[in-house]
């Protein structure tokens, strides 16, 4: 019913900047939610940041002051990210709820060297 189309992912140095992209289309009624998920190698996948249509975000400790979650008109949702670390290499997957069925993303490679 919902597609979600990612794009953004790199390999950037340590301290460069990135910017996700992922688009919502399909047999859309009204999101309320999307967000950011991001799964390492070796570990559980982790919520990045989320916003409602409040305007209401989250981030996770960790990216806090770095990272920054917003939404346009157009069911699109980014995520800018400054200052990367290594750490932050994962897989980062798009994710958004339409009348509480939740829809992913394929993923997109994010990598950063040290």
């Known amino acids: 019913q919902v597609q979600l189309a990612e794009s953004g992912g790199g390999l950037v140095q340590a301290g460069g900047s990135l910017r996700l992209s992922c688009a919502a289309s399909?047999?859309?009624?009204?999101?309320?939610?999307m967000g950011w998920y991001r799964q390492a190698p070796g570990k559980q996948r982790e919520l990045v940041a989320d916003?409602?249509?409040?305007?209401?975000t989250r981030y996770v400790d960790s990216v806090k002051g770095r990272f920054t979650i917003s939404r346009d008109n157009k069911n699109t949702v980014y995520l800018q990210m400054n200052n990367l670390k290594p750490e932050d290499t994962a897989v980062y997957y798009c994710?958004?709820?339409?009348?509480?069925?939740?829809?992913w993303g394929q993923g997109t490679q994010v990598t950063v060297s040290s």
């Open positions: 399909g047999r859309i009624f009204s999101i309320n939610y």
């Open positions: 994710n958004c709820v339409d009348r509480g069925y939740s829809y």
């Open positions: 916003i409602t249509n409040s305007g209401r």
